[in-house]
């Protein structure tokens, strides 16, 4: 989710299931090309009634204001093995600095996996395919380290081992409920309980899923505890009670709305 660019002319780049994808919009039509159809519905959750889902959490005048000024937003659901990585060296990061991370990973070990024409698009644009585990996992802590990643290189390459082993198949965790999908993330390396929450919602579409990182936890603490000093675990309690089980929905639009209202 890090790794989309502009393309220029209301077009976006990105990768869906291997592919490099082209999306845009003209009015309420999502047009995409280099992937199917069925991939692109499920990437964007296309196929979340809207309305039905925000309805569930408009109980306040904050998440209110999100909604009237984001309409339309939705949660991706992405790899789940791009997303855990991003999510862990995002740790006490900015988005720039990340991206770069994650541009010289993809630019230095990864390799087209599409078939048509558009599967790799020029380079310059930072976006090959993000690499496989198994690659990483034979990559050495130095040259992690060298792609910018420094002390985040052996979680990195740790997780890599993990996941390119039978100790972990993430496709099989789909099967699993929330909290045992939770207790099977936190086993990875490097992983701690936000960025659970951030895999859980964004790569396996949990919904009940909230992840509080700086801004969310201001927001939250701004809004909803009058500036009082709560725990982040506290805060998670509170939206699954207060937003329901859509509460990690109504994440994504209280973090749009705190990026531009102060708390």
Known sequence: MFRWADLGGGSFGGWIDGSFARVSQEGDRLLFRGVSGEAAHRFFSLETDLPAVTGEFDVDPAIHEALRRYPGLRVIRQDPWECAASFMLSAYNNIPRLTGMLDQLSCRFASPRGGDSLALPSRRLGLNPFP????????????????????????????????????????????????????????????????????????????????????????????????????????????????????GWAQQYLYCLARQMPC
């Not at 380290?145 to 039978?166: D, E, F, H, I, W």
């Not at 899923?209 to 201001?218: E, K, L, Q, S």
């Open 132 to 247: 496989r585990p198994e690659v990483l996992a034979k990559v050495s802590e130095r040259v992690l380290r060298n792609c910018g990643l420094g002390y985040r290189a052996p979680y990195l390459k740790a997780m890599a081992q993990a996941v390119a082993s039978t100790r972990m198949d993430l496709e099989r965790l789909r099967a699993l409920e929330d909290e045992g999908l939770r207790r099977a993330l936190l086993t990875l390396p490097g992983i701690g309980e936000k960025v659970v929450e951030c895999v859980m919602l964004f790569a396996y579409g949990r919904g009940a899923a909230f992840p509080v990182d700086v801004w969310i936890g201001r927001a939250m603490r701004g809004w909803y505890f009058r500036r009082r000093k709560v725990s982040d675990k506290k805060i998670r309690e509170f939206a699954r009670k207060h937003f329901g089980p859509y509460c």
